[in-house]
């Protein structure tokens, strides 16, 4: 009989896909997924500890998986918990004291190492394992157990050397590491075998990406989408997270160069003073990035551009802010992540002097978030009346709605048959939200024929 499985992500698209790949490693041992805790056998909260309260919000949610064991345990069945990710990583020791009814406690790099844990576990034992092995996870997993659908996401890279002074990634994920290039290809194929026509290679660090290659050789990142371009069925390649220090040469020039790639860049900045940027350890001026975004935007002209910021980083002034504003007006950005800075423990920024007053924060959020909500929907209205491909990856939330992205990012609602899900097609924009965009699809095709003959 299989054993049901609950899996909780919080976070980024990493923990996303970590997530999936645990699922596939426990299918293995006869675990089916299932939306809701209850009656669930085994029950994974897959943690994220960037920013404020990570801690509390697991161990809120920790209680009520608690009450789910224990009906279980009423009908003398077994359940196990299991806390994973980031914050296990980061408080795993924290987590095994308070809550005394958590089984299992494992950081990100081990979740191939998931059977084993889950015998211990079973036998009784409490099971923590935050190491970074030196074995990569990766290759150690088995094929999907199911496909991703239209667009997919493929981890590349992972963890980070760059130490931002206000980022736990690199604790908790641990050094930089890049898949070779062979495996990335063979999952990418997978998942284009699986009906793919989009992937977003990821990486908390994606474009410092440097796999080895089939003769022994590095591969960068714009060789990797090179290659990834050839693959018959993939129409289009995006990639997240970037580092400004690793837009190199051959990356930009992809933007002009790789007809599937598409002219989106994330590109993370978070302060407009150069000020802050040092303090963050960001290892660039603001100079810098306008000087990437100006080759980018040379290379492929229509290009739409998106950056997280951080408010309230400690020691920034008003003038630091203002900075900040100014760069977000002079740059014009299609979407944006904006956040106010919270501490994480063990990080340098934590200990740093100058704190800002928490509604000094708010006020600088409010007027940052105020201009890049303007922009984003100011770059949807100018879609108005325009006509653009758009891969429908997901179902609308009511029947007969589909949604999808444009090339630039953009989502797009419209009214459709549910077997449009997944293709891509020609929409042509009507209404312009801050978040989104309505719009039709110009010809809806026939239904397949073939598909009529076979049912006839
Ligand atoms: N406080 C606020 N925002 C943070 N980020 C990362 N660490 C923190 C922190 N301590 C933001 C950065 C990063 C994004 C993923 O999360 O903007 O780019
Ligand atoms: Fe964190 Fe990104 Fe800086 Fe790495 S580059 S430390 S992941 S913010």
Redesign the pocket.
Known sequence: MSKKLYIKTWG?QMNVYDSQKMADVLSTLGYEQTPEPEGADLMILNTCH???KATEKVFSDLGRLRDHKEAKEEKGEKALIAVAGCVAQAEGDVILSRAKYVDMVFGPQTYHLLPEMILNAAGGARVVNTDFPVESKFDHLPVEAQAQGPSAMLSVQEGCDKF?T????PYTRGAEFSRPVQQVLDEAQRMVDGGAKEITLLGQNVNAYHGDGPNGETWDLARLIGKLADMNGLQRIRYM?SHPKDMNDNLIAAHGEVAKLMPFLHL?L?SGSDRVLELMNRKHKASDYLDIIARVKKARPDIALSS???VGFPGETDEDHKQTIDIVQQVGFAAC????????PG?P?AAMGGIVPESVKDARLHELQALLFAQQHEYNRRSVGKTMPVLFDRRGEKTGQLQGKSPWMQSVYVNAPERLFGEILDVTVEKAFQNGMYGTIVTIPDSNPSEKREAA
């Open positions: 980024c960037i920013r404020e931002c206000f980022c736990v990634v997270t993370p978070q997280d910021f951080i992540y904006s956040f106010k800075y919270s501490p994480r990080t920024g």
